[in-house]
């Protein structure tokens, strides 16, 4: 039972424009929630996270949103570039575990 | 960047023969982890260590081992590997303080034939 879900596998962005990637869980005592960015051959890089107190957190072109009553998550890059072509990863956490579940991703393609 | 290099990183082997991949880490971090990615899948968690000797499983523990005998060398072990475990392997660490993020290795593509 998967309990953090990346419905869309792909997704495709003129560049300048706004991508929005999106990730549900199911577990209600998960309190932090990550996202990574993944090149080829490459590991995650970690890109933003936020924690259940906040509803949005921003780190310049990317802003996470979070939604506990929907128990929904939200990546916006804002203006799309082609160097954010990549596959995105939404995780979440539970306090205490140390462990995290990973979604199965998001190949995002940004289009010149 | 995160002082976390994976060892080897592409191995080709075959059915049945023990393969060993190592983790290590220059960070002093208390938290490691070993995860698979495979399409369709995500990253799964496969074991995880919050100390030295200490270790737990995660979700896809089945046919993989760890040892942890030192704070920076987190090592995974696939006693007699088969075809299904072909996967990339991620070695992962985090510190002890409350909500961090885990930083990620490189990755090891491992083929077994």
């Known amino acids: 039972d998967q309990q953090v879900k990346q419905n869309s596998p792909s997704l495709s962005v003129q560049e300048g424009r706004i991508s929005i990637l999106n990730c549900d869980y199911t577990n209600s005592m998960f309190d932090y929630f990550l996202w990574y960015k993944k090149y080829p051959a490459e590991g995650p890089t970690f890109l933003i996270s936020?924690?259940?107190?906040?509803d949005k957190n921003e780190d310049g072109r990317f802003t996470v949103f979070l939604n506990k009553s929907a128990k929904h998550l939200s990546l916006h890059i804002v203006p799309s570039q082609p160097g954010d072509s990549a596959v995105y990863f939404c995780a979440a956490s539970a306090s205490g575990t140390y462990k995290y579940i990973f979604g199965t991703g998001t190949r995002l393609k940004v289009l010149a | 960047d995160a002082g976390i290099t994976q060892s080897p990183r592409h191995k080709v082997t075959e059915t049945g023969t023990p393969v060993t991949l190592r983790c290590h880490q220059t960070e002093n971090h208390r938290y490691m982890y070993w995860y698979r990615q495979d399409p369709g899948h995500g990253l799964r968690l496969i074991h995880y260590?919050?100390?030295?000797?200490?270790?737990d499983k995660g979700e896809v523990s089945d046919g993989y081992s760890v040892s942890r005998s030192k704070t920076e060398d987190f090592l995974l072990t696939l006693e007699s590997a088969t075809s299904s475990q072909t996967s990339v392997y991620f070695c992962?660490?985090?510190?002890?303080?409350?909500?961090?993020?885990?930083?990620f290795g490189d990755g090891t593509r491992l083929s077994i034939l």
């Open positions: 936020i924690s259940s107190i906040k």
């Open positions: 260590s919050y100390g030295v000797k200490d270790t």
């Open positions: 992962a660490i985090r510190s002890d303080r409350d909500n961090q993020p885990q930083h």
